[in-house]
Each structure stands twice: as C-alpha cells, then as structure tokens.
C-alpha cells in the first residue's frame, strides 16, 4: 500500500506492506534508528514519536494510520545550526543521559509537553513524561533539563517581545 506523510518537515511517499508498524516503517524501511524498539507494547516510551503535535507511541500505529499526518522522530529535533537544539543540550548538562536508550523518547516527550505548555510545574513535567521509562537516571535531572529548557525558552521569548516593544517605542519616539 502506498502512503504519504509529513516526516521531520520532508514529504514522504513509500510502498509498505499494510501490516508493518510505524516503528518498523521509521526503522526498517526508512532507517530512522533513533526511534528505538523498546518493549513493542506501547509501556516503555521508547519509541515515542510526535504525531499531529501529540506523543505516541510508534510501535502501537499502524504505518497506514500516518497517512497525511505529520510525524516528528528525534531526527527532526535539532537546533538552528543542524545541532542539537536547547533540550538535547539540557539533557547533557544535566546529566540525564545515562544509557541513552530511553533519551529519543523522552526529548519527543518533553518537546510535545512543552508545546502545549510552555511553562509546565515540576509534576506538570513528571506527568507529561509518564509515558517513557528510564531504568539509568532516577528521572530527577531528565525533570531538571526539561524545567531548565522551560526556562530558558520562556526568557528568550520574554527578551524578544521587550526587544520588539523597545523598537517600536524608539519609532514612535
């Protein structure tokens, strides 16, 4: 069966079998491998993608059910540059890498949670990360490094509308 989609900002045209995951499709046809095979009964997170703007877990989609969606796996997440952008950063800073397996997921977690809430309380982002499961760090700096993205996000936007209101008194002036 032939299906289109929007994967990492690119249109994607493929022939898949009708009976293949989305997780196989991101692994195995289209060699995504951050997208990682977990437990393949959508309990791990390890696996998550972005879908339409909401975490899911790929391995419980069928490959047909993307067709005209959108879907972000960790390869679409990357800074201005082509880098890592401010959440892999944070997570290196703050050490909640350990292993690294669980990592992919918990980025696309915490990227949906903070789209939707860019200012989200500690158990705000323990609750939106509940889908992804990590036996390394504890969850205390995966929690750290999303707050501090939170963070940072917000006093950036918070300077660029300052910025934009002080030039647009200066030319009012």
Do not use: W
């Not at 997440?77 to 997570?91: C, L, Y």
């Amino acid at each position: 069966m032939k299906i289109d989609f929007t994967l990492n900002d690119l249109p994607v045209t493929i022939d898949v079998p009708d009976d293949i995951t989305l997780l196989t499709l991101l692994r195995d046809y289209l060699k995504l491998t951050g997208v990682k095979k977990g437990c393949e009964t959508g309990e791990c997170g390890a696996c998550s993608v972005i879908l339409d703007g909401e975490v899911v877990n790929s391995c419980m989609l069928l490959a047909a059910q993307v067709e005209g969606c959108k879907v972000t796996t960790i390869e679409g997440i990357h800074g201005p540059d082509g880098g890592m952008n401010d959440m892999q950063k944070a997570f290196l800073e703050f050490g909640a890498v350990q292993c690294g397996y669980c990592t992919p997921g918990m980025i696309i977690a915490a990227e949906a949670l903070l789209a939707h809430n860019p200012n989200p309380a500690r158990e705000e982002i323990r609750t939106g990360m509940a889908g992804n499961l990590c036996r390394c760090t504890g969850y205390k700096q995966i929690v750290d490094a999303v707050e501090a993205t939170a963070n940072r996000r917000l006093a950036e936007r918070q300077a660029g509308i300052e910025a934009r209101g002080a030039g647009r008194e200066n030319k009012d002036g």
